[in-house]
Structure formats: C-alpha cells, structure tokens
C-alpha cells in the first residue's frame, strides 16, 4: 500500500466533508446568525459530540484498533469476526442505556456544561430540548466508529473518511428545507444530526459485507462482555478515555466559561473550531487513520526500525503541511471568516470576534495535529497509560492558563490556552517516544527545518499583505468577488510556499512510501 496515496484517499474525501461542513456552517449563520439560538444548539449538540469523541472515536478507536490488527495478523478471519461481533454488542447495549440516561437527565447535563445559559431561560429550555433529541446520535456515530475502525484496519479507507459527509447533507437539507416549515427552525439541525447519524453507519455495511466483517448485535450483551478480546479491549478503553476526556474537559469548560463572557460567545468559538478543525481533519486525523493500522502491524511483527520510519514520514509530512496551515490560520485569519461566513445575520463585529478566536488558534495549530500523530506512537503499542499522564497535566495547565488569557484576550484566551497546552502536550509525547528509543529520526531534519522557515517566512509575508491591502468585511456587497478572490489567494499562496521550497532543494520523493 501506498502510505501517500492513501493519505491522498483520505484527505480527499475529509476536504469534501470539511468543505460541506463549511457550507454547512454558512448556511447556518446566514439563517440564525450568532444568537442565544446557535448557542442553545452549539451547547446540545457539544453534549453528545464530546460523548462520541470520548467514548467512541477517541478512546475506542484507539482501544480496538490494535488489538483489532492483532487478532487479523495471528488468529485469522474467524476469530476476527467473533471479535467484531461481541464489541459491537457490547458497544449498542452500553449506549442504547448511557442514550436514556443522558435523555432523562439532560436538563442537569446541559447546567453542567453551560451554566450561563441559564440567564436566559429561552435559550436554556430549547437547549435542553435539542439535548434530548440528538442524545441517541452517540448510538448510531458509534457504530459508525466501530465499522470505520475495521475498514481501515483492513486498509479499507474511502468509506469511512467519505461517510461524514453525510452528516453536513443532512444539515443543508434541513437548513434548507425543513428550518422554514418549522415553528422553531433550529429545530431541524436537532433533527439532522440524528439522520447523519443513521447515514453514516449505514453507508459503511456494503464495505464491511465486502470483507466479510458484518457486525451481528447479540441479545446477550453480558454473554459478548465475556469475550477474551473485547475484556482487553475494554482494559484499554478505560485508561484511554480519561486520555480522551482530558481534551473534552477543557471543552466542556471553556464553553461554560465562553457562555458567561457574552451573547454570541460560544458561536463566535464554534465557527472558529470548524475552521480549525479543516486542517487538523485533512492532515492530522487523515494520518493518524493510515498510520495506526500500519504502526500496529509493525509492532506485531517486531519491526522497530519500520515502527520508528513511519513516525517519521508521518511527522515530516505534518510539519510540512501543518506550518502553511498554522501561518492561514494566524495571518489570514480575517480573510478566511468573512469569505465563509459574513453572510445574512452573520455581521461584521462577529467576523472580527471569530477572526481573533481563529488567529489564536493558528498559535498552536502544529501542536494540534502532531497530538494526532504522536499519539498512536503508543496506542500502536498498546500503551494508553503514558498518553494519559500527559493529557490530564496538560489539562491543569490549559485551565491554569485561562485565569491568565480569558481577562486579556476574553473569548480569544480560551482558543489560545487550548493551543498552547496541545503544543505542550506534543513536545511530550515526543519526549517520551524518544526516551523509550521508539522514534529515532532519520537524517536530514535539521536542513528540513530550516528550508519550512524560509518558506513560511515569505508566506507569512505575503498572507499578512494581502490581509490588510483588502476591505474582505466591506466586500460584503460583492459575495462572487470576494470568494474568487480568496480562491486565487490561496493558490498564490500555496504556489509560492511550495515553490519556495523547490527553490531551496527540497526533495518531495520522500514522501512516496509504501507499506506492506
């Protein structure tokens, strides 16, 4: 297999979710703007998001898909398929019942999460109402997980990386064409979210019946909980979820803090994080899906050399990508909001207060996605404990940070101390990694360095011009100028960077690596 085809596969079909995600978005704010509506909906639907991120595709993925590998390398198909099988049950049952206690607790669960909301008891009931319809989402997303985990396992990629587009289908549609009929609109993306849910798991059965690896949901969840590999998995699953859940803590967090800083707050953060999340999904998701299975062959096959050059290519393609990304975020950051999203009642003060959210998240943006990158260094070995340790210091210092951020920078300090603490987290996973003698760089790193400088420099330079030569908030009147316009600098910019890097020797074969 080809690592960088398969890279390509993956980010392929992630910028034609990312890019419906941005329609998706744009929709939205065109229709509800950034209102104690978008809040109420942002703040339900984060509940069963950060659910999905914990307990399915963070810390199960992470769980199953080594052990997963393991069984399909040494014990053959059926053994394999009894392993699908039995957590695929156990896996409904547990969120069929977390699915009904989240419904009838949902007023407490949203208190928690958004106390703030409270000043405004409209906002606060229709969140409590979305609450409890989009909670059985984590059912359906799951199971989602769970078929994308044993596709890609199977070097089976396009599926589940296309399977998200789904979802932001089911917004537009409901944007478009469900929102208006209804009495209270933003009560359609409530609905949505459940049909993307059922989409996406359904999407993926033609692949796995392919492979042979349809999941059979017994009626006896306590007779699959006996299974000798779902116990190792769920041994694993459990540290991995505190790994998982320190992340989504500091979320859970800075949205009750950003629901006291203000109306608007918590939208002006979330159409920031779907920003932010364009290139942390194309580059740091999209590897860490390819490498994982890779990674975890390698470590049943006891080839450390081949474990540690894959870390390897996969952190050099990151730097490579990640720091033109960090430098759009930080520079561009205006550009790039006002083209989405200044639309409707999407106004201009809310185009700056997401454009400083967004530049502070371009701070620490490389961190981000070597989190992705790193991390599985050691899921692939089945050590969950090390990035654990790390992620929950991380999280005291996160917060930490905020008491110092939050007063100065308001909404834009909860971005920045979340992109601070994930560069912190990154430099020591990969001090742990080394420590261990599990990476050990191959040459030439210090010349890669210095040629990314000299072209990120110059492209800063040039996004920076740009940004401020342009009225992009007064182009508001010329919506088709202003995109084209945006278009051809992006081109530019990318032209440039990698043109720069030509110019200074750098050597793109590299990154064509194959895999067995």
């Known amino acids: 297999m080809n690592l960088f085809r398969a890279l390509l596969t993956v980010s392929g079909f992630t910028l034609l979710s990312r890019v419906t995600g941005l329609a998706r978005e744009t929709l939205i704010a065109r229709a509800f703007g950034a209102s104690q509506y978008t809040d109420a909906f942002y703040v339900a639907f984060r509940i069963p998001n950060l659910l999905r991120r914990i307990s399915a595709e963070g810390a199960f993925s992470q769980a199953f898909v080594p052990i997963l590998a393991e069984f399909k390398n040494q014990q053959g198909h059926d053994a394999t398929k009894a392993l699908v099988d039995a957590t695929s049950t156990v896996l409904a049952w547990a969120l069929v019942l977390l699915s009904l206690i989240g419904i009838a607790g949902a007023s407490f669960v949203v208190f928690v999460v958004a106390s703030g909301l409270r000043a405004d008891g409209q906002a606060y009931t229709l969140a409590v109402s979305m609450t409890r319809i989009m909670f059985p989402y984590i059912v359906f997303i799951s199971l989602t997980s769970l078929a994308s985990a044993v596709l890609n396992t199977y070097k089976s990629f396009s599926l589940p990386a296309f399977a998200p587009v789904l979802l932001n289908v089911a917004f537009i549609a409901a944007a478009v064409f469900v929102a208006p009929h209804m009495k209270t ?253 599990i990476y050990m760089p191959s040459s030439g790193w210090a010349h890669f360095f210095v040629q990314l400088l000299g072209a990120c420099l110059v492209l800063a330079g040039a996004m920076h011009w740009f940004s401020i030569s342009f009225d992009w908030v007064g182009l508001h009147a010329e919506p088709v100028r202003r995109i084209v316009l945006l278009g051809a600098c992006l081109v530019l910019f990318a032209a440039l960077y990698f043109g720069m890097l030509w110019a200074m020797g750098f050597k793109y074969a590299y990154f064509r690596r194959r895999v067995k």
């Open 185 to 437: 609109p933003v009560y359609a993306l409530a609905w949505a979210v459940i049909a993307g849910g059922v989409l996406q798991f359904f999407v993926q059965l033609p692949g796995l019946k392919k492979i042979d690896m349809m999941p059979r949901i017994g009626l006896n969840p306590m007779r699959a909980l006996a299974h000798r590999g779902v116990k190792r998995v769920l041994s694993k699953m459990v540290p991995a979820m505190f790994a998982v859940s320190a992340s989504q803590i500091s979320l859970i967090i800075n949205t009750n803090i950003a629901s006291h800083i203000g109306p608007g707050a918590v939208s002006w953060i979330n159409y920031a994080d779907r920003l932010m999340e364009f290139p942390t999904a194309l580059l740091g998701v999209a590897l860490g899906t390819i490498l994982l299975p890779s990674l975890s062959k390698a470590h049943v096959d006891a080839d450390p050399h081949e474990y540690s050059s894959l870390l390897d290519w996969g952190l050099r393609v990151t730097f490579l990508l990640a720091a033109p990304s960090a430098a759009a975020l930080f520079f561009f950051a205006e550009p790039l909001t006002a083209t989405l999203f200044h639309y409707g009642r999407f106004d201009g003060h809310a185009v700056v207060m997401v454009s400083r959210a967004l530049s502070a998240y371009g701070v620490g943006l490389i961190g981000l996605i070597l989190i992705k990158i790193l991390a599985p260094g050691f899921y692939a070995k089945q050590d969950i404990k090390t990035p654990v340790k790390i992620a929950v210091g991380v999280l005291i210092v996160t917060q930490l940070s905020n008491y110092v951020f939050v007063p100065i920078f308001a909404h834009a300090g909860l971005t920045l101390s979340i992109g601070l603490g994930s560069c912190v987290n990154a430099s020591l996973l990969f001090i742990m990694l080394r420590r261990r003698g």
